[in-house]
Each structure stands twice: as structure tokens, then as C-alpha cells.
């Protein structure tokens, strides 16, 4: 056995082995990880979609009635609602708000979107 042989393995060569194995197990755990959060983002993205299919509606129903496309006090709530729901769940307040902020921007923009191109209530379009 050379030196470097020698060093990687040490002196009887089951260290490699051993080595060989713990890195198989750690590949399996990591692929095994990694399946799990793949299917989690899918759900993620998924649950996103049914919830912008659900504040489409919200926007269409505001634009039919000439209702604002933010809503700053039901944003307040949604926003203490979540906060203590992501610390409950052990997950960062600070970053569930950034999160529900930045998905609620997006809603807005779409309502804003949706009012810009609604008939007015007399059922004409704008001009």
C-alpha cells in the first residue's frame, strides 16, 4: 500500500469501507431530504394557485362593486394572523410576514389589474 493510499484508508483499509458506507448513508438521507422537499414545494405551489384562483375572485368581486384594490386592515390581520401562526408552528414571524407581504403585493397588483380592466357598475366599459 502506498503512502497516499495509506492515509486515505488508514492502516488496515477499513476505513474506507467505513467511509464508502457513511457517505452511501448520508447520499441516501440527503436524496431521501431532498424527495421530501421537492414534494413540499409541489404542495407549496400548488396551494399558492388555489389561493390566487380564490383572490382573483376577490378582485373581480371588488371591481364589480368599486371596492379598493388593498384592504390595509384585513392585510394588518392576515398579517398578526400569520405572524403568530409561524411562531406556533416554530417558524420565523419576521420571515412568514415577508412572505405573506410579498404575496400580498402580488394580489394587489392582480386587483389593480382586474379593477383596470372591469366595466364600470353601469355595465359599460370604460373609455
Known sequence: MTRS?????GQSGQA??????????VRAELTA???SIDNIDAAV??????????????GRLKADHALPPADPAR????????????????LDPAFAEKLL???IAEVIRHHEQIAGEAPTRGGTPPD
Do not use: P, S
Not at 16 to 25: M, S
Open 45 to 58: 405551489v400548488h396551494m399558492l394557485a388555489e389561493r390566487f384562483k380564490c383572490t382573483q375572485r376577490v
Open 33 to 35: 431530504l431532498r424527495d
Open 101 to 103: 407581504n410579498f404575496i
Open 75 to 90: 392585510e394588518a390581520r392576515q398579517i398578526a394572523r400569520l405572524r403568530e401562526l409561524a411562531q406556533d408552528a416554530k
Open 5 to 9: 493510499e495509506t492515509e486515505r484508508t
Open 16 to 25: 474506507a469501507q467505513g467511509d464508502d458506507q457513511t457517505h452511501e448513508a
